[in-house]
């Protein structure tokens, strides 16, 4: 929430700095035409998808606004110098281009640097009042949890414990009651608890595998207790609470400092997608509606970040058809239910162009696991380990599986679970610069598949 206040206090910076360059050159007030509002709103836009390139808006220059004002000086000056070199080749007045171009410099940059010192703790409180507590479940031996766990209450900000188990015979919550480890998968089923610490010794692998393996098709962050307060910590992938380091085994990166980055850097790719190719999202519109019976797109439930349903949206590319229900056939070579156009449409991927309104909206990514149908899900996360995994971070339109060939039809098991394991190794390595790597390499060599029929 933080990096989006961010994001609109630097667009109305830049806005408020281009409106009051324009207004007043020189002593004299005049009025912008319509393109030229247009055109200082694409490039307000533009700076600002800069701005999430270089790194504005990651977690760690959110505290620390000196990172964020030196990167915020340099695109602006880089941008500043772009223009200026633009204002010289086209041949305009000079003169008062470029006196509105310093103008807006200096007060974009004075604008934002000075928000960012004056409102960042006020930005901070409004984060915290609406963040949301998690809601954990505590598993540990009897004698470490009673130690622990009136410090855990007092001092673990942003968590809620709302239940303990015991981890000898049985299991116990606050309230006395009893159960066994299926009624701990039963309220992850429901989405009862959004995470489970793990208060043992490492050496009792057999009983952490067990807890891992028994929730692994359930979005639940688990955490191992490390008895490690009096050493110093290097691992990034650990979480300290009330005086306690938690290994994370099992989490979805929503604390990375670089989650908001991708993020906003999705919606703002996506609008320019979506404006610059709208002639071509019309024509293919109108191809596939004058060609065959039916709507214009396919809709159809997928799995999104952490098992949140939602509806994707790709160009309709087969005859309108009916299926049994809890039933779902993969496109085949030589499909009989593909259009003429919907063949073309599936082999280009034209048919996924849809999907950045879906960007758009926050339910799917540019780059990301590809979501499979419902169907699909329920059957393949029987026969390979770690495939719900997949959706610990937002689906994408493209992803390190699909530039490496694993797209289009999956035949055989062997098939998916190579695309799970390419999956599995673009989130334990993913990185903003891998992320610009695949969309470059998608639209060089990434439209086109042997295996999309």
């Given at each position: 929430?933080?990096?989006?206040?961010?994001?609109?206090?630097?667009?109305?910076?830049?806005?408020?700095?281009?409106?009051?360059?324009?207004?007043?050159?020189?002593?004299?007030?005049?009025?912008?035409?319509?393109?030229?509002?247009?055109?200082?709103?694409?490039?307000?836009?533009?700076?600002?998808?800069?701005?999430?390139?270089?790194?504005?808006?990651?977690?760690?220059?959110?505290?620390?606004?000196?990172?964020?004002?030196?990167?915020?000086?340099?695109?602006?000056?880089?941008?500043?110098?772009?223009?200026?070199?633009?204002?010289?080749?086209?041949?305009?007045?000079?003169?008062?281009?470029?006196?509105?171009?310093?103008?807006?410099?200096?007060?974009?940059?004075?604008?934002?640097?000075?928000?960012?010192?004056?409102?960042?703790?006020?930005?901070?409180?409004?984060?915290?009042?609406?963040?949301?507590?998690?809601?954990?479940?505590?598993?540990?031996?009897?004698?470490?949890?009673?130690?622990?766990?009136?410090?855990?209450?007092?001092?673990?900000?942003?968590?809620?414990?709302?239940a303990t188990w015991a981890s000898e015979s049985s299991p116990?919550?606050?309230?006395?009651?009893?159960?066994?480890?299926?009624?701990?998968?039963?309220?992850?089923?429901?989405?009862?608890?959004?995470?489970?610490?793990?208060?043992?010794?490492?050496?009792?692998?057999?009983?952490?595998?067990?807890?891992?393996?028994?929730?692994?098709?359930?979005?639940?962050?688990?955490?191992?207790?490390?008895?490690?307060?009096?050493?110093?910590?290097?691992?990034?992938?650990?979480?300290?609470?009330?005086?306690?380091?938690?290994?994370?085994?099992?989490?979805?990166?929503?604390?990375?400092?670089?989650?908001?980055?991708?993020?906003?850097?999705?919606?703002?790719?996506?609008?320019?997608?979506?404006?610059?190719?709208?002639?071509?999202?019309?024509?293919?519109?109108?191809?596939?509606?004058?060609?065959?019976?039916?709507?214009?797109?396919?809709?159809?439930?997928?799995?999104?970040?952490?098992?949140?349903?939602?509806?994707?949206?790709?160009?309709?590319?087969?005859?309108?058809?009916?299926?049994?229900?809890?039933?779902?056939?993969?496109?085949s070579k030589n499909d009989k239910r593909v259009t003429p156009?919907?063949?073309?449409?599936?082999?280009?991927?034209?048919?996924?162009?849809?999907?950045?309104?879906?960007?758009?909206?926050?339910?799917?990514?540019?780059?990301?696991?590809?979501?499979?149908?419902?169907?699909?899900?329920?059957?393949?996360?029987?026969?390979?380990?770690?495939?719900?995994?997949?959706?610990?971070?937002?689906?994408?339109?493209?992803?390190?599986?699909?530039?490496?060939?694993?797209?289009?039809?999956?035949?055989?098991?062997?098939?998916?679970?190579?695309?799970?394991?390419?999956?599995?190794?673009?989130?334990?390595?993913?990185?903003?610069?891998?992320?610009?790597?695949?969309?470059?390499?998608?639209?060089?060599?990434?439209?086109?598949?042997?295996?999309?029929?």
């Open positions: 929430m933080r990096a989006v206040i961010w994001m609109l206090l630097d667009l109305l910076s830049i806005v408020s700095a281009t409106w009051l360059a324009y207004r007043y050159i020189g002593g004299a007030w005049i009025s912008p035409s319509d393109s030229d509002v247009a055109l200082g709103l694409t490039c307000s836009l533009l700076l600002l998808l800069a701005f999430v390139v270089v790194g504005v808006y990651a977690g760690k220059y959110q505290t620390r606004p000196t990172g964020a004002i030196a990167r915020i000086v340099l695109m602006s000056l880089l941008a500043w110098a772009v223009a200026n070199r633009a204002v010289i080749d086209m041949q305009v007045d000079q003169a008062q281009v470029t006196a509105w171009l310093d103008l807006c410099l200096i007060i974009s940059i004075a604008l934002m640097a000075a928000i960012r010192v004056l409102c960042g703790e006020w930005i901070r409180r409004v984060e915290s009042k609406h963040a949301q507590a998690r809601r954990v479940v505590v598993v540990g031996d009897a004698a470490y949890l009673e130690r622990w766990l009136p410090r855990a209450k007092r001092e673990a900000g942003g968590y809620a414990i709302v116990q919550t606050e309230h006395g009651t009893s159960g066994a480890l299926k009624t701990l998968v039963t309220k992850a089923k429901h989405r009862d608890f959004d995470e489970l610490w793990l208060a043992l010794p490492m050496s009792r692998q057999e009983e952490i595998s067990r807890y891992i393996k028994a929730l692994q098709h359930h979005f639940i962050d688990i955490r191992l207790f490390a008895d490690v307060q009096n050493l110093p910590l290097f691992n990034p992938t650990a979480t300290k609470v009330a005086g306690t380091t938690f290994i994370d085994l099992v989490t979805s990166p929503r604390h990375c400092e670089d989650v908001w980055s991708k993020s906003l850097f999705d919606r703002l790719f996506a609008l320019c997608v979506l404006l610059l190719l709208s002639p071509v999202l019309l024509a293919i519109a109108a191809l596939v509606k004058l060609t065959s019976r039916g709507p214009v797109f396919f809709r159809q439930r997928r799995k999104g970040v952490d098992g949140r349903e939602f509806t994707i949206l790709k160009f309709r590319s087969m005859h309108v058809h009916r299926e049994a229900a809890g039933r779902l056939t993969q496109a156009i919907g063949r073309f449409l599936r082999k280009t991927s034209l048919d996924e162009l849809p999907q950045f309104i879906n960007v758009l909206f926050g339910q799917m990514s540019v780059v990301g696991p590809r979501p499979h149908a419902l169907e699909h899900d329920d059957f393949y996360m029987r026969l390979i380990d770690g495939y719900m995994y997949r959706y610990r971070i937002k689906p994408g339109i493209t992803g390190w599986a699909q530039i490496n060939g694993a797209r289009g039809e999956t035949a055989q098991v062997e098939c998916m679970a190579r695309r799970v394991a390419l999956d599995l190794f673009y989130i334990q390595h993913w990185s903003f610069w891998l992320d610009l790597k695949i969309v470059v390499m998608t639209v060089f060599n990434g439209f086109a598949g042997r295996n999309a029929y």
